[in-house]
Nanobody, 115 residues
Framework: QVQLVESGGGLVQAGGSLRLSCAASGRTFRRYNMGWFRQAPGKQRELVAAITSGGTINYADSVKGRFTISRESAKNTVYLQMSSLKPEDTAVYYC?????????WGQGTQVTVSS
């Protein structure tokens, strides 16, 4: 069973930055496709950024140029560097991953951006 644990959320002012981390258990992390999702109150969960096992990266249009996803296989960790944060970025952020689809999910970490 793979476990994903997010950290790094918190309260930040608009224009500020945060870095989220997602630590994965298991020895096959390097073969996993990984993604960051978010869900704001009253809204559907949406994909923020994704990185494949081969390093291909995709971003939601709303975060392009502001967020950066990366992975460090030696630490079984994927990161989401968030800059120029806006109040509309406020949400619970989830990490997800899997060998093909995103089968495993973390518990989420709250990000709140104040105006």
């Amino acid at each position: 069973q793979v476990q994903l644990v997010e950290s790094g959320g918190g309260l930040v002012q608009a224009g500020g930055s945060l870095r989220l981390s997602c630590a994965a258990s298991g020895r096959t992390f390097r073969r996993y496709n990984m993604g960051w999702f978010r869900q704001a109150p009253g809204k559907q969960r949406e994909l923020v950024a994704a990185i494949t096992s081969g390093g291909t990266i995709n971003y939601a249009d709303s975060v392009k140029g502001r967020f950066t996803i990366s992975r460090e296989s030696a630490k079984n960790t994927v990161y989401l560097q968030m800059s120029s944060l806006k109040p509309e970025d406020t949400a619970v952020y989830y990490c997800a991953g899997g060998p093909v689809g995103l089968d495993y999910w973390g518990q989420g970490t709250q990000v709140t951006v104040s105006s």
